[in-house]
């Protein structure tokens, strides 16, 4: 079937009023997940996508899970590959409200110096984001009748409140919801200008230890010199951590981290990203990595270790001469490639140990291990949906990494088998989680005309 | 004036039942300092010692202060050194009450598996202490008529809230307090059968750092890897301030410490100190302190540093994964010799300041500063006293440090410009500060011996 996007993309702005009123309707529901007087909103928001989604032609419906419903629905059936949809319905709560300009479930498009803006809980993230791939069905249905690819849509209504369904959910729905590839709407533009495809998120390995040495606080007068001090023990197993090029000491912690491939590199210098205004936005100046690592490498393909928490002894005001029973640490490793987690639980378990003197003794309590996931941009998909996206926007799109987490893209290569991409309009300032949460209009609006040029596209390769 | 020791030894004997009844009459009376309630009790039990002391034929007087009264009494008029005698009759609170056996200002003798011991707040702590001294010069004076050295009491009723009088009235009452050498009766036996003069009482420098990085706590995530963790570099630098062999790494720290003297050194060894019993007792094994040190160097020859406290990023429970905006730590120094405080706390800062990335500033917040009290046992009457003690007691005594720190004897270096002898009867058992204090009858007859023989001693120095 030959196809037109042009004609599809020329729909879009036409109709891009209507898309707007269809988005403020979703937005005036307040399906705040975490709020259980707000369970029955949260329902409300699902049966809405039902009906949208069934008035497109899909086949429509809302499973009940423990906790809030997944909206699935199927259809098309293009030649192209089948592609799952993921998004969520539902919106964090809205506290403070004091600090909002208007109410948070009355969305209206305002002017601001930056541009139109439609103002919502919910706006950016996600409904607002959730929509432009909706109303790129549409718009592609009411030109052509059918779609180009065949689509499955899982749309979640607990992403804000832990996603407590999600895991058993795809496990028992296993074969109806596998596809080739998954397209999760829940990230933003690399910069206003710049669509990004992120195809890097790195994993999360967190552990707490705990020195213990005497077995009680003791008075550092008298027994300062002869008895071991936990806080100190613990000071030079973490300074151990890091040598002084910033590299992590752990054996074997660089086993399975890539390097990063030169194509990938060429994209990220493309992107003249501003380090200095990064990190100048919380007050510092100079990346504190490896030696030798640009500050985008260090946040998106490098592995970190970082204590993120650390206590011992007395801390209240004054002093206190106490020479302290224990002392914690919290660290956390940002993993990426194929870092294994739970064999690096192991190694930093036995470097902890193998630093412990006599009367030392620790405890470890984990808290959560995932694997890095890097999609297979190698599946023509990913290239297509880039120059698709590059079409739209003003510059270029990057395939690009995230630091953090996004648990989703994980459980699908690991439940489903299928590798994600990652595409979202979102910005920077969009205030997610905040009052007075917004999306731009353009992101809204070339949204929806990416979406439509990323089906055409895939749907060829 | 030949002395017959003989003679007032057996006088205490004699007398030792009318001495306890004494005891007991200022052990009835609740001097608590810290309790304004108990304001009046302190009152009576200053009034109580001026009445027993102008009874011994001494000039005596309660001095006002802004706190509580100090008693001051003079008296004897023989050829050796003038001696100042400090003990304190306030006494700590007794909460939690239900935790005592008896009432705690009932005193009783009772037996118990080791011996006879009067049971009370205060019994060792320190009336039972002061009163040996009194009780002996009461002796001496029934068998002798007068004392063999001039004597001045100074006996404060604030040692148990902070002695917020004590400088003041020593600086406002110089001439009157001068004498050639303090006697100071606060301290304990180093084991039940071994008598100690406390010569080396360590100092205590105490600072407060608090490493500053990115201006608010951010996402380990988004920003980890690229932005510096405070709490990293605190670990480092608290890291920094041993070697493997656990010296102090701040330049210049060792500046003022002396080896100790072989005589001493021998005195030590000849003690037999139990280091496995002393660390066993808090569940430790292995004395912690520099390579080559005993484990009584560590605690009274040495000096330390310790972390007394850490705290940075998240410490509740489970996990955060954020990178901290700050990490402090109360850090102290145990002095020893002419370690100069005021240097070393300059030292150690510029130490930090030279360990601080370019991202991070630190601040200091200082905790006090005193020097090491070292007496002067060059001064006849010490060896005199040893030697006096070493008669009354199955081993011989022994000049010994103490790990904290004893402000009074600074302060009498300080303000006076005496050296001062601590000799003390107290057991480790006695449970001072806690319920069920006690004193035993031991303690208290040897002492009242110990002080008449080192009255007879000093007196011919």
Redesign the interface.
């Known amino acids: 079937m030959p196809t037109n996007i042009t004609a599809v993309l020329d729909q879009i702005d036409t109709d891009l009023p209507e898309s707007l009123e269809r988005l403020k309707d979703l937005l005036r529901i307040p399906s705040i997940s975490t709020d259980p007087a707000h369970a029955g909103d949260v329902d409300q928001a699902a049966d809405w996508l039902v009906r949208e989604l069934a008035g497109l032609g899909l086949a429509a419906r809302k499973d009940a899970t423990p906790g809030h419903p997944m909206v699935v629905a199927k259809g098309g059936d293009g030649d192209g590959p089948h592609l799952l949809f993921y998004a969520h319905y539902d919106v964090q709560p809205v506290d403070p409200l004091e600090l909002w300009d208007r109410p948070p479930f009355d969305p209206e498009v305002q002017e601001t110096p930056k541009g139109k803006v439609i103002r919502a809980r919910g706006a950016s993230d996600d409904k607002g984001q959730m929509m432009t791939f909706i109303e790129a069905c549409r718009a592609w249905l009411k030109v052509h009748g059918s779609l180009p690819v065949r689509l499955t849509f899982c749309l979640e209504g607990e992403e804000e409140c832990g996603s407590p369904s999600l895991v058993p959910y795809l496990e028992a729905n296993r074969d109806a919801l596998k596809a080739d590839l998954a397209l999760i709407c829940d990230t933003g533009l690399f910069d206003p200008e710049t669509p990004a495809i992120t195809t890097m998120l ?1 994993g ?1 390995l ?1 552990e ?1 230890i705990i020195i213990h ?4 606080d ?12 936990p ?2 023990v ?3 197993i ?5 040598d002084d090029q910033g590299r992590v000491m752990v054996p074997g912690f660089y086993d399975g981290v890539p390097e990063l491939p030169d194509a990938l590199r060429a994209q990220w210098e493309g992107l003249g990203f501003d ?1 200095d205004g ?2 100048g936005a ?9 030696a030798g690592r640009t ?1 985008l490498e ?2 998106w393909s ?1 592995p ?1 270790c ?10 209240g005001a ?7 029973a224990q ?4 660290v ?1 490793f ?1 993993l990426v490639g194929t870092q294994d987690p739970h064999k690096l639980r192991e190694a930093f378990r036995a470097f902890v140990r193998e630093r412990l ?3 030392c003794r620790v405890e470890f309590i984990e ?2 291990a995932s694997p890095a996931s890097v999609m297979e941009t190698g599946h023509p998909a990913f290239e297509a949906a880039r120059a698709a996206l590059s079409q739209e926007w003003p510059k270029p799109a990057a395939f690009v990494g ?4 996004i648990p989703i893209a994980g459980y699908f290569k690991s439940i489903l088998g299928m590798d994600s991409m990652l595409i979202g309009f979102a910005k920077d300032d969009d205030q997610i989680h905040s009052p007075n949460e917004k999306y731009d209009l353009d992101s809204f609006h070339r949204g929806i005309r990416s979406w439509a040029r990323i089906l055409d596209a895939v749907a060829k390769v």
Chains 1, 2 share one sequence.
């Open positions: 790195r999360l967190g707490e040495g005497p077995d009680k003791l008075h550092s007068g008298m027994f300062g010199g002869a008895a071991i001090n806080a100190r613990l000071a030079r973490l300074a151990d951590l890091h380090a990064f990190l919380v007050g510092l100046s100079k990346p504190a990595g490896e500050a260090m946040l490098r970190t970082e204590i993120n928490g650390m206590t011992s002894g007395y801390s004054g002093f206190k001469t106490v020479l302290p002392a914690s640490a919290k956390s940002r003197p006599e009367d808290h959560g995230a630091g953090g987490s």
